[in-house]
């Protein structure tokens, strides 16, 4: 694994179930409010600022939380809306110059499955349902939302040797 670990240029996740618990809440206004970690958040930093990018693939329309949560994390890739995730994760192939081969894909769910297949590894959460965990190539130990993406992030920087750089702001 750590030989396509470190092959790995761009990380895209999905929202609802990984970055966040999968819970949706409405308010009376029929806006959407997502919670987020901070942790996941800085996993993500640590990521682009060792020149991994990171991007969302979503099959809902991007709400306004995640539209600022993106903007805080300087993620410009969005893609929100999609239906087929596999011919997304190849049209972010052609725009970013980055092979799917170079590319992991975070999802939970059904609708992942295009994607986790084509991408160079998928990578999972441990409350996906089985037929998701059972194609996943990593499963993290933490759930969605609650510091699965910065595991993820950790074992993409660990994989690439980059871990020990990226700790070096924090600890010299």
Known sequence: MKHRLEKIELLLLDVDGVLTTGEII???SGEQ??????RDGLGLRLLMDNHIQAGIV???T?????THRCRNLGI???CDGIKDKNAALGS?????GISLEHTAFMGDDLIDLPAMKIAGISITVPDAPEEVKKRADIITQARGGQGAVREACEMILKGKNLWEKALSPYIS
Do not use: M, N, P, Q
């Open 58 to 60: 979503t099959g809902r």
């Open 62 to 66: 991007a709400c306004s939380a995640l």
């Open 76 to 78: 410009d890739l969005v």
């Open 33 to 38: 409010i997502k919670v987020f970690h901070a």
């Open 92 to 96: 972010i192939a052609d725009e970013t």
């Open 26 to 28: 409405y308010v009376d």
